[in-house]
């Protein structure tokens, strides 16, 4: 079992930065890939942002060049830098932790871009 606590979202006017964190406790070891989804109202989750355990990672093409997924190995600890937030930004963003064949997720936060 993994357990999944995330922390940073809330409300940003158009243009703003934000940094959502994931902390990952439990069965840490052999984690396949750690990374952030999102859900806007009445659409799929879909990738944000994600690592690899082959050491790539990966990016929706909405967000690259302005989102940026950094980890702390020593804290287990997953970080999504947000920043030139877009009103399309807005969703629910989830932490995500696959070890094969188990999905984990986070509770959800709350990011909403909105002047």
């Known amino acids: 079992q993994v357990h999944l606590v995330e922390s940073g979202g809330g409300l940003v006017q158009p243009g703003g930065s934000l940094r959502l964190s994931c902390a990952a406790s439990?069965?840490?070891?052999?984690?396949?890939?750690m990374g952030w989804y999102r859900q806007a109202s009445g659409k799929q989750r879909e990738l944000v942002a994600a690592?690899?355990?082959?050491?790539?990672?990966n990016y929706a093409d909405s967000v690259k060049g302005r989102f940026t997924i950094s980890g702390d190995n020593a804290k287990n600890t997953v970080y999504l830098q947000m920043n030139s937030l877009k009103p399309e930004d807005t969703a629910v963003y989830y932490c995500?932790?696959?070890?094969?064949?188990?999905?984990?997720w986070g509770q959800g936060t709350y990011v909403t871009v909105s002047s």
């Open positions: 439990g069965s840490v070891f052999s984690i396949n890939a």
């Open positions: 995500n932790v696959f070890t094969s064949p188990f999905d984990y």
């Open positions: 690592f690899i355990s082959d050491g790539s990672t």
